[in-house]
């Protein structure tokens, strides 16, 4: 009887009672967007393009200066770039400008005094400006000094040198050359695009290329951001530091050569002021002063940003010197939010991460009331402890057929009693996660479902096997929920599947309670195939938690912790793929499900609903504000301490309830499996395993070990249910 | 198969890559750009309706005056007054954009205003001849009268409008070989012009050049002090400490800077470096604050021209170019003011002198 | 909106945030189980003592609902059963006065024989403590005048700040103070000045006799804990404090709605605030912290209920104190009696006296 694959997976938010609009939750989709690496440059990059938005909007800067902002981005655009990978890795030049005024007289100078030929004069721009770059390297990367200090310092060499050759030359320099290369960087066009254009793409795409897909890109950013662990790991640290003063000179140089094309200035003061422009450009666009972080799309789309702001502070004719100010106040904030942003994006996303939710319950009704079937009293209390003060919190247990228990331990164990009178019990496996649900296979293997790792199966001799811990990712998540991180409860469908419960993507195993104040339909139902592969077929689940193959075998009853309901999923039949509710409305907090021997099913509480949790949960803000305010230990939950066991059937009806009124032997039952007329209490709170006998009415044929359906079960017509 | 199909792409990107480089973008036509209307005369013209018939012309017209520096300097801050009050009574648009000594910021301005078309007359002082080639070229083709002032631009817009340098600098240059010779000073002067690869300068120089070299003086050194007064006090008192009293006069080329040079003169002559009135400070254009140092006796003489009539000419020449209805570009041409050489006799009766700012 | 600054604030600069917190119990209110080791006077469950007192006899006298009883070694006598319920009792020659719920202020003699000794509406309601000056007029306080004595829990929700202090002389009564936040314990500190603590401001206030309007001096602010009755003894006094200062409390003060709403539909045992017992486990509301883990609730878990009594010095500065954690059950610690070295302490929560080993315990015969 082979299941037919389901044609699409069930979303189960409608359970929770919400509209569309509680399917958003907008603190966490802030907090994953937050935790992104490439939102490293999002706030100032986004204020940055606010700002050239506004400027765009006020002054009469309009497409007719498209141009003229591109023209000017382009020349400082190189600036940034070279700036750019100075910076990630670690250092700063703010001698760029006076490299820029250096390189463009020098070839005005050999064009127009010396007559060099053009062909000439072009590549030994380029190459001065490396040159004068790798003065800059030399003296930072070999003799080691400050860069800020050295660069100032080179900022009035290189300028000064550039007076002192406009000095001497001055009087040929003002005597135009006319050249068809000139005209061709300054005015011309390739494929109709302007060439300054063209240089500065070639440049750009090239660059980031190499700084975030290149060996060297990834050596620059660990120069950057950890020179020690860098020189510790083999790179060539100083090698790789000259390198990208090189690189910044020998863009500046191209920047230099571009601009005395375009405008043919022959003032010394050529480039002066460049380096700032540079600077805020690329703290506007994100990257971090501080080094090892960066990239030049972003530094590219600063600068674009700072000659609008630019253009619209000449289009309004604005004073001079109010332009320098605003750009000053600029590079001020965004400095500051630079800083701000990078040490607390990662605070602020863990603040906003817990986005609890409404959901809808109804009425609660008082277990404290004599004489109706919920009524507290003390069946549970006298239950003999199995593995006291030894076991430490076992969620779930699994009797085999020679009457040896299996249950979890939260130090990642799988204990075994080999019966009732053993005391010491050995610890029969290791899985190194937390173990929780507990379920017999086919061949009567052990599977545990193993919160944060996945499913497992434990052969005989306790060496833990993988058996599935993925599922496809869902297609417009943000953050990545392929993984079965909280997988609760499972059992297995007569075909071979083994459906699980993941109770939470967000979460791991051990923060359920953090699952429950936060009430998302953050959990899913999975099947795992007999070869292995996995597939989600229900999804936007609170809290599923307890997994339970229905006596015939053509259903699946799911119990949603959350929610307070146990529906029922059919896996065959003309129903097979719908989900239907079984029990509503519960008073408590449902567990792992499990079957009985007389045809029905044992259903533990975890914790049940007071007055004041059922309040709280009309309240998402006010939980949330908890969450943020109030330390952990404070946080209001459902009453933990307090727990039952119920037992229903097929219907829907509740038969009986049992209680541990002392709430101390077993305050918290959270799996119960029934075995030889015997009930196993376990709590994943709990210091044993309880052992309880039940009466000889409440006892059945059926083996409620096996997986119903095969040939081991007996037919239903035995059982009357 | 594949390779000859990558192959041919490749070709056929680059044929269209090469087709679509240009060497200038724009395409000047040679001479002429747009903007032309038609002209606001014709041969007669009723006597008030020649009135009207102006104001109609100028009316709403922006004009915008780009000079290098403007607040704070009474040479530009002057021809900005006088355009303003003409354009103003006409009722054109008349507006001054001070880019505070900043060539990029100039630069950018005016690229600003050609681009979105947002004057009808420009009016430019270009500090360095070559820088406003594109700038005027642009203007011209977007229908744009250009009118430049004092410093000429190698692309000359529609109009220029100045002093005749190298002639004033020759005078004023015979002048002061007159008063070396007088006193039997050494043959030797200094140039201190501004930087030095402007028209200012350059033909400042060459002046000075035509009548020293002749007369066999010689020119110790030139110093560039980009209009700047510190820099031309610290080259003149450098230049005097150095030389002494081995120099016979200071042929410096901006009328302001020659007030720092004469303070400079002073203060060495106060020092003892040299004998009183032995270095002499010459000129071109006369300020108000220089007709107050050349009463103080620290300045010698200069070759004063008529600023007042440069702005004045400015004016009328927009107006002439707006009304003549000619497209921007058709026509170019250069003309000169008056000067003389002013000293301390004729100084207060010379009309020409001493201007103002406003 | 003063959310968001708040959060932009902290945001700029984390020095700069400001956060409810409930102070910690250091130095001299650190944690002890001595109330667990005391002494039990009564029988269990079978009384609910609100208030004692120690007479010269040794004998003990204590309120209990509506009746006055006293403990006399282990025997149980009723003194007298007055009409209403019973709060505070003050020493009187050899017997007491009570405040009578609905009634007034009545003196008992030692015998049972009552008096009405005032029967001002201003002292027939919300007696939380009295004072007998030197003068012989007594000083009471009310604690609130829109409540009753167990309103406590309401007058903290709703910022009830309508306490009073009164001074009573003879049958003439004449209101010495307002708008108090429950003032819970009154006691005299010397000739001129009393000492009153102010349970919902959690801080206790040195005031002087002669102008009991306005505090003189604080003795001890924003304390862990709400205070309740003062008893002096020669070497200070001590306190009662029957109810602990809770975090989740102190936010549901800062949600009016959610606040509103739990008062209008759930009811009043059931409510978040602190109380002195915890009377149904079934529909209590837990918090984290109070999850048993493996058999044990962690004695420093967030407590709604707790039983402490604590000493202040001369100076202010807390000298001993008796506490019951949370994992113990002898809580809601309403009254307190010292008679020589002797302290006995009234655990309403618990229904019983207690009797600690003091440290300035002398010789009990004495």
Redesign the interface.
Known sequence: MKTKAFSREIDAFPLTGGSRRDRLAPFRTLSELFGQRWMEGAVPLGLAVLLSVLVTATTPVGPGDAPLILDEATEKGLLAIGLTVVLVGGGIDLSIGSIVGLASLGAMVASRAWNWPMALVVPAAILAGSALGAVNGFLIARVNMRPFITTLVTLVAFGGAAAALQSAYSFQLGVPEQDIVWDFLGAGAVAGVPTGWVVFAVVLIVVHVGLTRSRWGWWIAAVGSDRRSARRNGIPVARVVFCTYVLSGALAGTAGLLTAARLGRTDPDVGQGWELVALTAVVLGGVSLKGGRGSVLRATVGIVVVQVIQQGTIATGAEGSSYTVILAAALLLFAVLDLKWGKYRQRTAEKLRIDPGRITLGPLVDVTEPGTVWTVNDRLTDASPIGLGKIEGAEDCAVDREGNMYCGDRRGWVWRFAGPDDTEGEIFARTGGLPLGHAWDHERRLLVAVGGMGVYRIHADGEPELVADKVRRSPFSLHDDSGLRAVDDLDVTPDGAIFVSDFSTRTNAAEYMVELVESRPNGRVVRVDPDGSTEVVISHHVFPNGICTAHDGRSILVASTGLCRVDRLWIAGPKQGQLEPVLENLPGHPDNINRSSDGNYWLPFVSMRTPMSDLLTKYPAVRRRMTQEVPLDSWVVPQLNVSCVMKFNDRGEVLGVMWDATLRNHPMVTAVKEHAGHLYLCGVSNNRVGRLRLESDEVGPIDPASVPGTTTAPSLAVVDR | MKKKLTALLTAAATA??L????????GSSAGGGAGGGKQTFGRNVQLFDAHKKTHEAMKGKRIAFVPILYKGYNLTLNWGSTMERAFGNLGADF?V????F????M???I??LV????VDVLILHN?????L??QIDAAERAGIHTVVVNMVS?RLGDAFIGVDSVHAAEDITRRAVQDCEKRGAPKRMAIIDG????AA??MW?KGVHHVLDPAGYEVVTTA?T?WQNALAQQAAASITQQQKNNICAYMVAYDLNAIAVGDAVADAAERGVIRPDSIGVYTMAADTRWCDALRAGKVTASAAYDVQGVGEAAVVTAQQLVQGGAPAGSTHTVAYVSHTVVDRSNVDDTTIACYKGR | MNRTLAVIREWINPDWARHRTVPPMEAGLRPNRRLDEAHVLLPAEAYTPDDLVLTESGTVMFSSEESIFELRGDEVRVVAALGGKVGVLVPSGSGVVAAVEGVGLVSVGASGETEELCADRAVSSCVTDAARLPDGSLLVTIGSSHESPGGWARALLRGDRSGRIVRVDGPRVRIEAEGLGWPAGIEVASDTDVLVSLSCDHRIERRMTASLGKPSARLAANLPVYPGRIAATDDGWWFVAPYPRNRFTELLLDEPQLASEMMRTIAPEDWFVPRLRCTTPYTDTLQMGQLRVLGVIKPWAPARSYGLAFRLDGSGRVAESLHSRVDGERHGITGVAVRGGRVVVAAQGYRNLLQPQVANEKAVTQ
């Open positions: 269209m890559t087709a679509g480089c240009t060497v200038d973008r724009g507006r954009y001070d880019p505070n900043d060539t990029d910021k630069v950018k301005i690229n600003d681009a979105r078309r947002a500090p360095d001849v070559g820088v080639t594109k190698s930087p030095g690869n402007d300068s350059l120089s560039h980009q």
